[in-house]
């Protein structure tokens, strides 16, 4: 049974992993420019899943990607711990209704 997510489920399901990876790249102490964990939280996610950040060219968007090569090998460092070969993988070692 293949299970689709959009991508509110997706940010969701991969929400503890990306809390893992802003703590780790300590993003939130180095960048006043990002001022809660909800706006680094769907940053993140845009620039490590999505593709990149589709907003405008701002001090916000600059500011995370300073951080772009940290955060894609804290990114990888997780899925290493969590045993994860891909970001699908990953979303599903997530998800806690998943029975694993």
Not at 20 to 33: F, G, P, R, T
Not at 68 to 76: A, F, H, N, P
Request: aromatic share 2%.
């Amino acid at each position: 049974m293949t299970v689709e997510y959009c991508p509110t489920h997706i940010l969701l399901l991969d929400k503890p992993a990306l809390g893992e990876v802003i703590a780790a790249a300590s993003l939130l102490k180095q960048e006043k420019k990002i001022t809660s964990h909800s706006l680094a939280l769907v940053l993140v996610h845009d620039i490590l899943l999505s593709g990149g950040i589709q907003a405008g060219d701002g001090p916000v968007k600059q500011a995370l990607l300073r951080h772009k090569t940290r955060l894609r090998s804290e990114w990888q460092r997780v899925k290493v711990r969590r045993g994860a070969k891909t970001d699908s993988e990953l979303a599903l070692a997530c998800d806690d209704r998943t029975g694993r």
